[in-house]
């Protein structure tokens, strides 16, 4: 039987999306460790998103020899069709869905001048409109049964930035903006949404120019099963709604946007009066939480 540190997540149906490896594969041990049931979603492809392959299998089948019950999903959470596949292993195997970690990525590093629209468009397809393409299969089952956990993975590349990383970042960030309309739409009915912004060493981490790092052997801060926690935080009974976590190494830390008090310049405002006071719109040193609304 599995060892159930914790019986908060004993019998609840969690689907994780790339769980094939890294950071997937992880959180895929530490829910089954707890007593849940799980689908491991992966395309088994390469970094690049090309191929196909059995990576959901082999995890299922380490959870299995823990004694957890799990099931393999070798979808592509870019297709649609895929996508609503995915929710539908849940639902055949276990009968509900409780919490949905969206986890799969891609890499097609380049610089912006160097890169292709095809680059961008396919990076764009996987890991925005696929979290977006899993997220409404299981929409509508986590609010008619008033109970859902839902994880967006973000990145540092989207949050703040990193060379080489256009289409990444911009998919990234769009995790925020999409979190936070999903947390407000989802209150009513007890679906909480929040982000996950990781730092790891996985095979998709190695492929960034400089990173030398050794994703089947990373060093004991880099690994993987330290972003964990923060996933199972994130879709707790008591979890928050609209949260920015970021983890990595042990060490974990909220983000948040903030910002400073208006100028007002009128209805008669002006470039010129703008300028005049690029000093305060600049300041941040007394700035706020921001939160709905513009």
């Given amino acids: 039987m599995p060892i159930i540190e914790n019986s908060e997540f004993e019998n609840k149906v969690v689907v994780i999306t790339g769980a094939g490896n890294g950071l997937g594969r992880s959180h895929a041990i530490e829910y089954a460790k707890r007593g849940a ?9 390469s970094v690049d998103g090309s191929g196909a392959g059995d990576a959901a299998d082999q995890v299922v089948a380490e959870l299995q020899a823990m004694g957890a019950e799990a099931v393999a999903n070798k979808a592509s959470v ?31 590093d380049r610089s912006f001048k160097k890169m292709t629209l095809s680059d961008w468009d396919l990076v764009l397809q996987v890991h925005l409109s696929g979290t977006a393409y899993v997220t409404r299969a299981a929409w509508p089952h986590m609010n008619e049964q008033g ?59 190695s492929t960034i120019p400089g990173r030398n790092i050794d994703p089947d052997s990373p060093p004991p801060e880099s690994a993987p099963k330290l972003v964990s926690p923060a996933v199972l935080f994130m879709t707790s009974d008591e979890a928050p709604t609209g949260a920015v976590i970021n983890a990595g190494g042990g060490r974990y830390y909220r983000a948040q946007i903030f910002v400073n008090d208006p100028i007002d310049l009128g209805v008669e405002a002006t470039f010129e009066d703008l300028m005049a006071n690029t000093e305060s719109l600049m300041d941040m040193s007394q700035a706020k939480p921001k939160t709905g609304g513009v």
């Fill in 37 to 45: 049931k799980v689908v491991v979603n992966d395309l088994g492809g």
């Fill in 147 to 205: 109970y859902g956990r839902i994880v967006l993975t973000s990145s540092s590349s989207g949050i703040y930035g990193n060379f080489g990383q256009a289409n990444y970042g911009a998919a990234k960030m769009g995790m925020l903006g999409l979190m936070n309309v999903l947390a407000l739409e989802g209150a009513k009915n007890n679906v909480r949404v929040n982000t996950l912004a990781p730092a790891a060493a996985t095979r998709m981490i």
């Fill in 78 to 108: 870019s297709d649609p069709d895929g996508a609503e596949s995915i929710i539908q292993s849940a639902l055949d195997a276990f009968g509900r869905i409780d919490i949905l970690v969206n986890n799969a990525g891609i890499l097609r």
